[in-house]
């Protein structure tokens, strides 16, 4: 018998105050940010230069922090939005923490709001505020994000 895999949450899904621990993590490799750093044309040469980075008080290569918000936000998807119609915002980010290559991040999230749209009736917003953790359980990443998520039955993409 075949059976559906993880289809994502719609907007009824979410209540305020659930956590979703993300399954998956990731280890950040030295190509992820020397390409990321050079397709968004970000110069600071802590994120290529391992002699000037070793200079630096990291003493190594510093991780893309926008890389680092990519990443918890991608780590994040198939919990909260795998039926999202429109991301709204992010706020609060904080990098309380560096990242560095070998790093392994995972994330989890809670719901913090939700409530229906107001112009839209297929659609809900909800907020959610992701933590991004490494292999030592120290916070590389905190954020709140807003986004439009679609009703059960009203996703054009379900067909």
Not at 23 to 41: A, H, I, K, P, S
Not at 45 to 72: M, Y
Request: proline content about 4%; overall charge negative; charged content about 25%.
């Amino acid at each position: 018998m075949i059976k559906a895999g993880w289809l994502g949450r719609y907007y009824e899904d979410f209540e305020v105050g659930d956590i979703y621990r993300h399954r998956l993590g990731r280890t950040v490799t030295e190509t992820d940010n020397t390409l990321f750093t050079m397709l968004t044309l970000n110069t600071n040469p802590i994120h290529f230069d391992a002699q000037l980075a070793e200079r630096t008080p990291f003493g190594k290569i510093l991780v893309n922090s926008c890389f680092t918000l990519s990443l918890a936000v991608g780590l994040s998807v198939s919990d909260l939005s795998e039926h999202v119609m429109a991301n709204l915002g992010w706020n609060d980010i904080r990098l309380p923490s560096p990242v560095f290559i070998g790093d392994t991040i995972s994330a989890s999230s809670e719901i913090l709001a939700k409530r229906e749209s107001e112009s839209r009736p297929d659609v809900g917003l909800v907020t959610a505020r992701t933590i991004g953790t490494n292999q030592r359980e120290q916070t590389v990443i905190s954020y709140e994000r807003t986004f439009m998520v679609y009703k059960r039955g009203r996703d054009p993409r379900d067909g």
